[in-house]
């Protein structure tokens, strides 16, 4: 009797040795950088609609914080590139936040987040021509990017640059 007992206690402490850090579906998969950075630009979106703009404001910046790390690990990614620009534009440098969209669109022409958001820097720095192109390439898209760029472009949606 004793025997089983420590033979169960042996098993059930490899079984707990075996599942510890993971998750529920055997693996542990850890956020990246860039996943947690989106997760603080959609808080800090979120802030910003309620007004709250300095807990806007340390989100974006802990968010280009990470996509800094990310783009160092992993350079010229699209997405990440579109991100860092709209961190860096948020937080009001247009010119470093500009370069990173068009570095981006270097890569991929097309992206559908930059072309939106690099026009709306445009609008926000009174180049409304260069916006009107970032539509035209969303054009065809057939997506919430380009009636939001449309938006802000014809004015009926105000961008906070």
């Known amino acids: 009797m004793k025997i ?3 033979i169960l206690f042996i098993l059930a402490n490899i079984n707990n040795s075996f599942s510890a850090g993971s998750s ?3 693996s542990s998969k850890q956020k990246t950088n860039y996943e947690k950075a ?3 630009i959609n808080s800090a ?3 910003e609609k309620k007004g709250k703009v300095k807990k806007a404001e340390k989100r974006y910046q802990k968010a280009q914080n990470l996509l800094i790390k990310a783009n160092e690990k ?3 990614n699209p997405d990440t590139l579109n991100y860092l620009g709209f961190t860096t534009r948020k937080l009001g440098d247009f010119e470093q936040g500009e370069k990173y969209y068009l570095q981006g ?3 991929n022409p097309v992206h559908v987040g930059i072309n939106e958001y690099l026009g ?3 609008v926000a720095t009174n180049r409304i021509e260069l916006a009107k192109e970032r539509l035209k390439v969303l054009e065809n898209c057939n997506c919430k990017e380009y009636s939001d760029l449309e938006a802000v472009i014809t004015g009926t949606k105000k961008s906070k640059y």
């Open 120 to 122: 709306e820097l445009y």
């Open 105 to 107: 669109l270097d890569i």
């Open 38 to 40: 989106v997760s603080l």
């Open 24 to 26: 529920s579906d055997g």
């Open 74 to 76: 992993k350079p010229n």
């Open 4 to 6: 089983i007992f420590i």
């Open 45 to 47: 979106k979120n802030y």
